[in-house]
């Protein structure tokens, strides 16, 4: 490949994902970009469109995934979401590692595209921890609470599938957790320093 693989990340809410997510971004914020969804949800307080999404109308969306400009999608709780190839590319342009942050099934319809990305998915220890860490944030109702984790439950054993993940990362000690995370990457990362230090453009087509 002429550049480095862009990366799926993947796990159930509670799991720590955006917490990697969040400090794998601000460590090494030249090397990878965050590859932003689109959805058709109104946006909340302080979300920036652009930035935490793309806010578009059903029509739009279901305009542009005719029109197949679109790598996966899914709707959830009455509003779509997905991942445009356009904000892929984006981020590519710039000899970034593009992160896609992607629920299972995402990942199993990115599989069916012609990305190619390197897939991880973060998983708590257990869904005992994973119960916790949702009831100490303080901010779910119990409604709230057991769907998460009936959802939780079902992505931790979808994650077994074989060949569905390259790397799975059990999130108990977080600094432990980012480490394999790091390691996983290493590869990709090299390739991205080496386009960035490289004076000729790279084609990521």
């Known amino acids: 490949m002429a550049g480095p693989q862009p990366v799926v990340l993947s796990g159930p809410s509670g799991a720590g994902?955006?917490?990697?997510?969040?400090?794998?971004?601000?460590?090494?914020?030249?090397?990878?970009?965050?590859?932003?969804?689109?959805?058709t949800r109104?946006?909340?307080?302080?979300?920036?469109?652009?930035?935490?999404?793309?806010?578009v109308t059903r029509e739009e969306m279901e305009k542009a995934i005719k029109a197949g400009e679109f790598l996966e999608y899914a709707e959830f709780s009455g509003n779509m979401y997905g991942t445009s190839k356009a904000a892929v590319h984006s981020v590519q342009a710039k000899n970034q590692i593009c992160i896609?942050?992607?629920?299972?099934?995402?990942?199993?319809?990115i599989k069916k595209s012609d990305l190619n990305p390197i897939y991880i998915t973060v998983l708590p220890?257990?869904?005992a921890v994973l119960e916790k860490r949702l009831r100490d944030r303080k901010t779910e109702t119990e409604e709230s609470i057991?769907?998460?984790?009936?959802?939780?439950?079902?992505?931790m054993?979808?994650?077994?599938?074989?060949?569905?993940?390259?790397?799975?990362?059990?999130?108990?000690?977080?600094?432990?957790?980012?480490?394999?995370?790091?390691?996983v990457l290493q590869g990709e990362i090299l390739k991205a320093e080496q386009c960035k230090?490289?004076?000729?453009p790279k084609d990521f087509s």
């Open 146 to 155: 057991q769907k998460r984790l009936n959802a939780a439950i079902k992505d």
């Open 42 to 55: 109104k946006p909340r307080p302080r979300e920036v469109n652009g930035k935490d999404y793309h806010f």
């Open 125 to 127: 220890p257990s869904v």
């Open 157 to 183: 054993e979808i994650s077994k599938e074989p060949g569905l993940f390259d790397s799975i990362i059990i999130n108990d000690v977080l600094e432990e957790a980012y480490s394999n995370l790091m390691r």
């Open 100 to 109: 896609l942050d992607i629920d299972m099934q995402g990942v199993k319809n």
């Open 17 to 39: 994902k955006s917490t990697l997510l969040k400090r794998l971004l601000q460590d090494h914020e030249d090397i990878f970009g965050f590859s932003v969804s689109h959805t």
């Open 197 to 200: 230090n490289s004076s000729s």
